[in-house]
Nanobody, 130 residues
């Protein structure tokens, strides 16, 4: 059974850092398209980072580029999001998600709103105070 469990959220002041983790079970995360998404109540879900199978390629929207870093710990089957220089606008519920590569290789489409991702965690809250 596929399961994703996020942790690491919390409250931090602007300029601070947080490290989110997502432990995957029931599948090998290194063989899937993996991503981090966030959502504020009443607003559309936003993709903040993605990584291809094997970790050879990553993507970030301009809003977090240079501040967020996605990575994988294959030994622990865990997806990580390191968030630095946090801003109040980063406040949201953060979710990790997974999908199988659509063409069976290492290519993953960008998913600005999580389209195509069919496995989701329960989320972890990040609150940044200014």
């Amino acid at each position: 059974q596929v399961q994703l469990v996020e942790s690491g959220g919390g409250s931090v002041q602007a300029g601070g850092s947080l490290r989110l983790s997502c432990v995957a079970s029931g599948f090998s995360a290194s063989r899937y398209c993996m991503g981090w998404f966030r959502q504020v109540l009443g607003k559309e879900r936003e993709g903040v980072a993605g990584i291809n199978p094997g970790g050879g390629s990553t993507w970030y929207p301009d809003s977090v580029k240079g501040r967020f870093t996605i990575s994988q710990d294959n030994a622990k089957n865990t997806l990580v999001l390191q968030m630095n220089s946090l801003k109040s606008e980063d406040t949201a519920m953060y979710y990790c998600a997974a999908r199988s590569p659509p063409f069976g290789d290492n290519w993953c489409p960008r998913a600005p709103s999580g389209e195509g991702y069919n496995y989701w965690g329960q989320g972890t809250q990040v609150t940044v105070s200014s």
